[in-house]
């Protein structure tokens, strides 16, 4: 059995990789409408067919395409359809009852990488319309202080979603401030009771995680078919693993869940016809992991070094993509698949509790 090291695959990871990456290239795709073409890879080999950016006809493990590679699922344009969508519910629900929404952040010390993914929510939110605040606490700043940010935000009106930037300084209780944010405005949906309820039949969640909510959505937007089919999920943290397999339990897929403590990963992992890795560890899961015509879903945005880049690095998933496309039916690239749907389910799930608290249709 191959030696395992599993890391949780944050949200703020993984915005802050692609946002230094943008300029490199690796991996990102370029718009192609009405057409397939060839995708050419990090390394230069042309393996996967790029869709267009509309929906295609259903994928399952029983789909190959036709050249015998796989469909690139491309986040990025999906991403952009549902930010356009978004666009226009905030303007409608301006125009008919003056109400816009408001999403509230909250950074705590001077991590470049969290603060530039909150720059990043910023700028996402006002592409759409909907108003951000932001409250920037020193790093040495006491829990207290962080409480009493949150409950102002609890407490405010034109406030409908609050947002704790993780991960915060070590002196303080994370689960205890995560708490304190109100259910109604958990657009994080981290608080217990959004996940108990998500864990539970005949119980609807106000909120789903938002990295493991795009990752279905694109799974939707694709019509890939889930209901019946055997899933497994390489990861267990409690902001993408978790809840990415109680969300697959939901639409009746069989679910698997593979860990650092799990025997034979690999044949477990290649009986799936859906897989979902999140666990941060670069081109872990190798072609021969992979059932032929599988859908995988490539959380992981793993920086390695790559002399020729830019950077002196490039963006590799936790599926070894090279190796995967000429196995799987469709796959997440990396950066462009599952990142940018994290920010757009955050907008989505802002623009959700807006609707709630004001009861409009």
Not at 49 to 61: C, F, W, Y
Not at 226 to 232: F, N, P, S, Y
Not at 298 to 306: F, R, Y
Not at 337 to 355: F, H, Q, Y
């Amino acid at each position: 059995m191959a030696s395992l090291m599993f890391t949780d695959c944050s949200s703020s990871t993984t915005s802050r990789l692609i946002h230094l990456n943008r300029r490199s290239g690796t991996f990102l795709l370029r718009q192609c409408v009405g057409q397939l073409r060839l995708q050419t890879t990090a390394s230069g080999r042309g393996c996967c067919i790029r869709s267009s950016s509309s929906p295609i006809s259903a994928i399952s493990a029983d789909t190959k395409s036709s050249e015998g590679a796989a469909i690139v699922i491309d986040g990025k344009a999906v991403a952009k359809k549902i930010r356009d969508e978004i666009t226009i519910e905030v303007s409608r629900m301006k125009e008919s009852i003056g109400v816009i929404p408001g999403l509230a952040v909250i950074l705590v010390g001077d991590r470049k990488d969290s603060a530039t993914y909150v720059r990043n929510k910023k700028k996402a939110c006002d592409s759409v319309g909907i108003k951000s605040f932001e409250v920037r606490l020193a790093e040495d700043s006491s829990e207290e202080e962080v409480l009493k940010s949150v409950s102002g935000f609890n407490d405010d009106p034109s406030v409908h979603g609050i947002l704790v930037q993780l991960p915060l300084p070590s002196h303080m209780d994370e689960q205890n401030i995560l708490n304190a944010v109100s259910i109604e405005k958990d657009v994080d949906g981290f608080h217990p009771l959004n996940i108990g309820r998500l864990a539970m039949r005949g119980r609807e969640p106000l909120f789903v995680p938002c990295t493991p909510k795009g990752c279905i959505e694109l799974l939707h937007r694709y019509n890939i078919e889930i209901k019946g089919k055997r899933a497994v999920v390489i990861g267990r943290s409690n902001i993408v693993g978790m809840p990415a397999a109680l969300l697959l339990q939901r639409e009746d897929a069989t679910v698997s869940i593979i860990h650092s403590r799990t025997k034979n990963p690999e044949e477990i992992t290649r009986e799936a016809d859906i897989i979902i890795a999140a666990v941060g560890q670069p081109n872990m899961v190798r072609g021969s992991w992979i059932k032929p015509g599988a859908v995988i879903i490539d959380v992981g945005i793993n920086p390695v070094e790559d002399p020729s880049a830019a950077r002196g690095y490039r963006l590799v998933g936790d599926i070894c993509y090279e190796e995967a496309c000429k196995v799987a039916s469709a796959i997440t690239p990396v950066p462009g698949g599952v990142g940018p749907m994290t920010i757009a389910m955050l907008l989505s799930n802002t623009l959700t509790s807006a609707k709630r608290i004001h009861n409009f249709q």
